[in-house]
């Protein structure tokens, strides 16, 4: 894999397929994003272990270079099946978990921020999918990780759980079927519901309304359910 895209500053990134040999640069890249959280919650950082996992053959990782600099990766883990699955949060039965891939972790150099490069590489890894071997695209994200759940949510993911992931970190579980198109959903009903409100859009999730969307009313983000 090797792609050229231009970025929205005008300036030309290559995107690739990343191997063992770029952890280095895979590491350096995470910490420095994490030195510039403001929330630390909303990212989840991987150990080199992690990562060494999924470029051994557990997933699929790709990078964006910009004059040999690496200044955004984004990968998709294959899990192992655990008592932790997201198949289980996302209601699949269990002979259906080893077709989920994980939309694991992204990372956007601050420099570059601002460039969509987060949309850009997710666009280019869903297309990246085995959708002889896996059918669904599973992953979590914090409430009020606004740019996280805007990204998902551009990708067509959509809400399907509200739950404590992690120990004790609230999470959004999203998934999407890759052998369902968008348009394949024929919703009659739509709510919105206020972030904040996680009982109400707990109690909704578990009458089988789904999540598929946000937006912010008079400074307020809600989340818009429907079925």
Known sequence: MKQKHILKNGQEITIIQLTVDQLDEILALQRKVVETLTTESFL??????EFLYILNGKGIMIGAYYNERLIAFRAMLE????????GIDAGL???EW?????????NVDPDFRGNKLQVLLGKVLMGAVDGEKFRYICTTVAPFNIASLKDKFAHGMQIVS??????????????KDLKQSATGYEFTKSRHIAMEDTKEQQQYLLEGWIGTGIEKLDDLWVVRFEK
């Not at 989840?44 to 272990?49: D, I, R, S, Y």
């Not at 899990?79 to 997201?86: A, M, T, V």
């Open 162 to 175: 509200l739950k404590m992931k992690y120990g004790d970190m609230l999470r959004y579980i999203l998934m």
């Open 79 to 86: 899990p192992e099946i655990d008592e932790e699955h997201l």
């Open 98 to 106: 080893p077709l989920v891939l994980y939309s694991e972790i992204s």
């Open 44 to 49: 989840q950082p991987l150990t080199e272990g």
């Open 93 to 95: 039965p269990r002979n």
